[in-house]
C-alpha cells in the first residue's frame, strides 16, 4: 500500500538532510529510504534521513540515517535544524529544547531575527581527545592525526594546504582504514590563525558534505588541545562557517545557521 509522506529538506552550513516529522508518519524500513530518497538524481537529494520523533527522557527525539543507509549517532548540523522545525510547525512553544540523540541528550537555544529563527545554538557536551598522535597509511601515504569523539568518531588531521589534498581518494580510504573497525569521519584542518580554522570533511558514511558540525567540533576540540587555537573560533567548511567555543564546564557549544530550502511530499511504498 502506497502512502504519501510530507517532508522538509533543510540544511545547517549546506550539510542538507530530509526531515520527517514520524510522530505523525510513520516510516517502514529507514535504511532504505535514506539510501532511495538521498539520491540526488533520482530521489530528493540529501546527506542522508532525518526522523523527528517523540521521547520520554527529552522534548524530541531524532534518528539520522546516513546517505549509504548506516544509522549515525549524532549530526550538530541537523540538531539545529530539528529546533528550528519543530518551533516553526508548532510543536512547541519552547526556545530551549531538550533532543534525545544517540550520543545523549542534547540542547538546542534558538535563536531570532525579526521573529524568524536563523541561528541556533547546540550544547554537544564533553569532547574526547586523545593526547598521542596516531599514524594512519592510506590510498599510498601517511597521515598523521588526532583520534577524537563527540559521541561518534573523528579523525583530525592537520595540513599546511588544504586546497593539494585529494579528499575524494583520501577520504574513504581512512574511514575505511583497519585502525577505525567502525570507521570514523575524517577531517583535513588547515589553521589559519588563532581563531580561525578552514576544515574538509569526509563524512562516515555520508562521504564529502559541504559542513559537519560534529566534525567541526572536534577540530576545534583538537586544536585547542593541541595549542594551535584559543578555546573558542570559526571552523570555515564548503558550506559555511560555524562558531565553536569550548567552555568553562568543558562543553562545546556550537552556533550556526538552520534553514528550510524546501517542503513536499514523497511515495512511501
Known amino acids: 500500500m502506497t502512502k504519501t509522506i510530507h517532508f522538509h529538506k533543510m540544511h545547517g552550513s549546506g550539510n542538507?538532510?530530509?526531515?520527517?516529522?514520524?510522530?505523525?508518519?510513520?516510516?517502514?524500513?529507514?535504511?532504505?529510504?535514506?539510501?532511495?530518497?538521498?539520491?540526488?538524481?533520482?530521489?530528493?537529494?540529501?546527506?542522508?534521513?532525518?526522523?523527528?520523533?517523540a521521547s520520554d527522557k527529552a522534548d524530541f527525539s531524532m534518528r539520522i540515517f546516513n546517505a549509504d543507509g548506516s544509522e549515525a549517532l549524532m549530526c550538530g548540523n541537523a540538531t539545529r535544524c530539528i529546533g528550528k522545525y519543530v518551533y516553526d510547525q508548532r510543536l512547541t512553544t519552547k526556545t530551549t529544547i531538550t533532543l534525545d540523540t544517540l550520543s545523549g541528550i542534547k540542547t538546542i537555544k534558538l535563536h531570532f531575527d525579526n521573529e524568524e529563527i536563523k541561528t541556533a545554538t547546540v550544547d554537544m557536551g564533553e569532547p574526547e581527545v586523545e593526547e598521542k598522535y596516531t599514524t594512519v597509511t592510506a590510498a599510498g601515504a601517511t597521515y598523521e592525526g588526532t583520534i577524537a569523539s563527540m559521541g561518534n568518531p573523528h579523525f583530525v588531521i592537520f595540513v599546511d594546504d588544504i586546497n593539494g589534498i585529494d579528499l575524494p581518494t583520501v577520504g574513504p580510504a581512512i574511514e575505511n582504514n583497519p585502525l577505525f573497525p567502525n570507521r570514523t569521519n575524517v577531517e583535513f584542518v588547515e589553521v589559519k590563525d588563532r581563531t580561525?580554522?578552514?576544515?574538509?570533511?569526509?563524512?562516515?558514511?555520508?562521504?564529502?558534505?559541504?559542513?559537519?558540525?560534529?566534525?567541526?567540533c572536534a577540530t576545534l576540540a583538537v586544536c585547542a588541545a593541541r595549542a594551535k587555537t584559543a578555546r573558542e573560533a570559526l571552523i570555515e567548511m564548503d558550506g559555511g562557517t560555524l562558531s565553536i567555543l569550548w567552555d568553562s564546564d568543558n562543553h562545546i557549544q556550537m552556533t550556526g545557521d538552520a534553514v528550510t530550502v524546501f517542503e513536499g511530499d514523497i511515495n512511501d511504498s
Open 16 to 53: 542538507d538532510y530530509i526531515y520527517i516529522n514520524v510522530m505523525k508518519y510513520g516510516i517502514t524500513d529507514p535504511e532504505e529510504k535514506a539510501k532511495l530518497w538521498s539520491a540526488y538524481h533520482t530521489g530528493i537529494g540529501a546527506d542522508g534521513l532525518v526522523l523527528i520523533g
Open 196 to 216: 580561525n580554522v578552514r576544515m574538509r570533511v569526509w563524512e562516515r558514511g555520508s562521504g564529502i558534505t559541504m559542513a559537519c558540525g560534529t566534525g567541526a
